[in-house]
């Protein structure tokens, strides 16, 4: 069964901080795997998708990087901002089914 | 972008009466529509899958007579939580896989509070 990880549960960084989240999985024969944006009380926001034969993928000042062997990849946010304060969610995508396993998230704070 | 349109974004309910949210698909055809569940500070759960046309396969431990889905066009899917109680007050978010690119579009949620 696969599990996700998201360590830690919460981060709070300076404005201007260069910073990087983590995330993990147990079982590396994934399909793709997902980075998303919530805010509070709101749905879910893509942020950038890798597919199991990429290494990372580039949207703005976001970079996702995927190592499938080891079960892992990281969000890179450079030159946080106060509007990047969210809860960002890793997850993979397995099996024929289509299924989504979701992270618990890492709610993240960017204090001006 | 892709669209899921989802509604009602909150709904407060009493006990014991049914609440039915919607999930739309806006500007494509979703041939696999997802239903999650979330508490506070907890990741997405997946309830059920649902395939157009077809009954929809729930995950082990959640009642499928208690959350009717009904996925019955390639851009609509609801899911009725029937005989609510407090319980059920969470946070439920909808999915939807495009036909054509197979993303994942996500509704905007809904905060289900049942007094």
């Known amino acids: 069964k696969q599990e996700v990880t998201q360590i830690p549960a919460a981060l709070s960084v300076p404005e201007g901080e260069n910073l990087v989240l983590n995330c993990s999985f147990t079982d590396s024969a994934i399909y793709n795997l997902q980075w998303f944006r919530q805010d509070p009380g709101k749905g879910l926001t893509s942020l950038l998708l890798?597919?199991?034969?990429?290494r990372e993928q580039t949207s703005g000042r976001l970079n996702a990087s995927l190592d499938k062997s080891s079960g892992r990849s990281t969000l890179y946010i450079a030159a946080s901002q106060p509007g990047d304060s969210a809860t960002y969610l890793c997850?993979?995508?397995?099996?024929?089914?289509?299924?989504?396993?979701f992270g618990k998230g890492i709610t993240l704070s960017v204090r001006p | 972008g892709a669209v899921v349109s989802q509604h009602p974004s909150w709904v407060i309910c009493k006990s014991g009466t049914s609440v039915k949210i919607e999930c739309r698909s806006l500007d494509f055809q979703a041939t696999t529509m997802f239903w999650y569940r979330q508490f506070p500070k907890q990741s997405l759960m997946l309830m059920a899958t649902?395939?157009?046309?077809?009954?929809?396969?729930?995950e082990q431990g959640v009642e499928k007579d208690k959350f009717l889905i009904n996925h019955a066009s390639l851009t609509l899917s609801t899911l009725t939580v029937t005989s609510a109680h407090p319980e059920d007050s969470s946070f439920y978010i909808c999915?939807?896989?495009?036909?054509?690119?197979?993303?994942?579009?996500f509704g905007s949620g809904t905060r289900l509070t049942v007094v």
């Open positions: 999915s939807a896989r495009d036909r054509r690119t197979a993303d994942y579009t």
């Open positions: 649902s395939n157009e046309g077809s009954k929809a396969t729930y």
């Open positions: 997850a993979v995508h397995t099996g024929a089914n289509s299924k989504l396993t």
């Open positions: 890798i597919q199991s034969s990429q």
